[in-house]
């Protein structure tokens, strides 16, 4: 038995190897730039630092994986969200919360719509949706940002005490990522959906040959990805203290980042969720490394966009495998 | 026959629906907006369209590829930086050669990474534009730039001919020029050919990779050249990274909508050119009507969302009607006539 689980682990290590190697490379780089690196307060302030990020890789890699690129819509998803939560407060926390998941699914189920049943192509398709959604919540909010009341009391302290509740040492948002990952795991291999998506991600017309409901298998992920996207929406409002339209500006192209280079391909129908949770460990690795050194945020985004295409030339790369097998 | 002839027509009108779109979104807007069916108006929409109209050549070439710029907005941004930075050294021409040459090494960079290390351009182009606004942000300090001198903005805003400043004539010719070179030139058309069918492409012994690294340097040259233009006609550029992204997606927008698939093989740059036009015109035609950027946003989401919804229905007709053979039923039914003819 306990040959079986270790055996399982090692191959799991091999599978996902290559993104946990350079978690290991950044980990002892760490250690040589600075002392405080390995303290367990800086690990957990890494691990809430891109938690925000990693919910959103969760979700977004759902859609990767079913062949569909990448969901651009997910920066409004998460702004809308977000305002609707913060409008919302004064009907109490817990209606806020649902609302504001609800109109992120709203969205969600658009795409899904418009992509999984109306074969739309998803990143011009979502681009579309981003660019009518900034549009509806500037028109709306009148260009505006809007603040929850945040008196002792009301829903809208208790809202704005989300994102900086902790477990012990451990922020809730931690914990929430974490759950989202392992559920997002679980869903992605040991569930129906998951072995669908990966069918349509490979090959769409063999799945729909085999008698799978495309379009439903679609249309959920499109579906998780935005649920994953309003949650992350949530806490950003409650971590700004505000709901705006720009508020997830940024979130899909480094989501797409955290995805690819955890080794999901852009084809579709391969990685996994802990390759993933290692593509966001890097991307929070490399910044908080790059902070330590003293660099600039301009200069990060010069070390942070060579490395990303770095470390994809090095995952993608296949002896004899001909041309390119991406995208 | 008359259904058939119905088809046809649909089918010119959907090959032109660019351009039919604009005529009719300009016909609208002149009878119903205040004040936009001026001489003065028309001109600054010209004067509006000739950025993104420049960017949408190089960015067509690439959609005919097969592939994806996505660097194009921070391109854009970068090159124009260039100019204000460097005129009071170099003077407006050495600023603006500048420009262009840092925009065919940033091209080159893109085409190597894509064609000889085979990663896909969505993962070359992405990192590149976060690169670009790293490298911009350092350069112009964050802020944006600007110089005092004045001639060269004049120069290219003031009418030449009526209607026709400089910018929008070198627009033009630029859109014109290479559409030229992409319909009638041998090189020009290998571009379609390795885009569409890379075997065909091989066995014509066309080099696709060279194709690729000229496509990225052309992409990236033009880019380059709108930023530089508009931060000439400006005499400063931005250090707003809002420009990069709306750039980006309008440009991607105007490409879909003037009839350019993401699939590669097909494309036409004067048809992007009249897509840029028609969303400029609504762009200007809301702001006529005293309504903001809100609704500018608003109005081109929806019809970028309407043009992909289009496309997706004709696939899906496409593929309805894939295998079956339209002649073929059609003698059929007319052996059935005869035959019923025979029996009665």
């Known amino acids: 038995m306990t040959k079986r689980w270790v055996h399982s682990w090692l191959r799991f290590i091999l599978e996902n190897g290559r993104i946990y190697l350079f978690v290991l490379l950044l980990v002892i780089m760490g250690s040589f730039v600075s002392s405080e690196f390995l303290t367990p307060a800086n690990l957990v302030n890494l691990l809430k630092a891109v938690a925000l990020l990693g919910i959103v890789a969760a979700g977004m890699a759902f859609v990767t994986y079913s062949g569909h690129l990448a969901d651009l819509s997910v920066p409004s998803i998460i702004a809308f969200s977000g305002i609707m939560t913060v409008a919302s407060l004064p009907l109490g926390l817990v209606p806020a919360l649902v609302i504001g998941t609800l109109s992120g699914l709203v969205v969600g189920a658009m795409n899904g719509l418009a992509v999984g049943m109306l074969g739309a192509n998803p990143i011009l398709w979502t681009l579309a949706v981003s660019f009518f959604m900034e549009g509806f919540m500037r028109f709306t909010w009148s260009n505006d940002q809007i603040y929850p009341s945040t008196d002792p009391g009301t829903p809208g302290s208790a809202f704005v005490q989300l994102y900086r509740l902790d477990f012990g040492p451990v922020p809730l948002i931690v914990v929430v990522m974490l759950v989202l990952f392992i559920a997002a795991h679980f869903l992605m291999k040991h569930t129906r959906l998951g072995v669908e998506t990966r069918l349509v991600g490979s090959s769409r017309p063999a799945a729909k040959a085999s008698g799978i409901n495309v379009k439903k298998v679609v249309f959920l992920d499109f579906l998780l990805a935005a649920f994953a996207a309003s949650v992350t929406g949530i806490f950003l409002a409650s971590m700004n203290k505000l709901g705006v339209f720009y508020l997830g500006d940024g979130y899909a192209f480094e989501g797409v980042t955290a995805v690819v280079l955890g080794g999901v391909t852009l084809e579709g129908g391969e990685g996994n969720m802990p390759g993933v949770f290692g593509g966001v460990l890097v991307i929070g690795l490399l910044t908080n490394i790059l902070n330590y050194l003293g660099m600039g945020s301009f200069y990060q985004k010069i070390v942070t966009g060579s490395v990303f295409i770095l470390v994809v030339w090095l995952h993608h790369c296949r002896p004899h495998a001909g041309g390119s097998s991406d995208a | ?344």
């Open chain 2, 1 to 344: 026959m008359h259904k058939g002839r119905i088809t046809e027509l649909f089918r010119g009108m959907d090959r032109h629906r660019a351009l039919l779109m604009f005529l009719g979104a300009y016909l609208f807007l002149s009878l119903f907006a205040p004040h936009f069916f001026t001489f003065y108006n028309t001109t600054s929409l010209l004067k509006a369209s000739s950025l993104n109209g420049i960017v949408a050549i190089g960015f067509t070439l690439i959609f005919i590829l097969g592939e994806l710029d996505l660097s194009v907005g921070a391109v854009v941004m970068l090159c124009g930086m260039l100019v204000p930075g460097l005129q009071p050294e170099l003077g407006w021409a050495g600023g603006i050669l500048c420009a262009l040459l840092a925009g065919a090494c940033i091209g080159l960079v893109n085409g190597l990474l894509v064609a000889k290390a085979g990663i896909s351009s969505f993962i070359v182009t992405l990192g590149m534009m976060v690169i670009l606004e790293g490298v911009m942000h350092i350069y112009s300090g964050g802020s944006s730039m600007s110089v005092a001198s004045f001639g060269l903005a004049d120069w290219l805003d003031r009418p030449l001919l009526p209607l026709l400043p400089p910018r929008v004539i070198i627009t033009f010719a630029l859109v014109g020029g290479a559409s030229l070179f992409l319909q009638k030139t041998p090189l020009g058309r290998g571009f379609f050919i390795v885009g569409g069918d890379p075997e065909m492409a091989w066995r014509a012994g066309l080099n696709r990779d060279r194709y690729l690294i000229l496509g990225f340097v052309i992409c990236s040259v033009t880019a380059a050249l709108g930023g530089a233009l508009l931060a000439a006609s400006l005499s400063s550029m931005t250090g707003d990274a809002v420009l990069a992204t709306r750039t980006l997606m309008t440009v991607l927008a105007a490409v879909i909508i003037g009839g350019t698939p993401l699939t590669g093989g097909k494309g036409s740059v004067v048809k992007s050119y009249f897509a840029v036009l028609l969303l400029t015109t609504v762009s200007n035609g809301i702001g006529c009507f005293g309504l903001g950027f809100e609704v500018q946003m608003f109005a081109n989401g929806v019809i970028l969302a309407a043009v992909v919804l289009y496309e997706a229905y004709v696939i899906y007709r496409h593929n309805l009607l894939k295998g079956q053979r339209p002649h073929l039923l059609a003698d059929l039914e007319q052996e059935q006539e005869s035959n019923s003819r025979g029996s009665r």
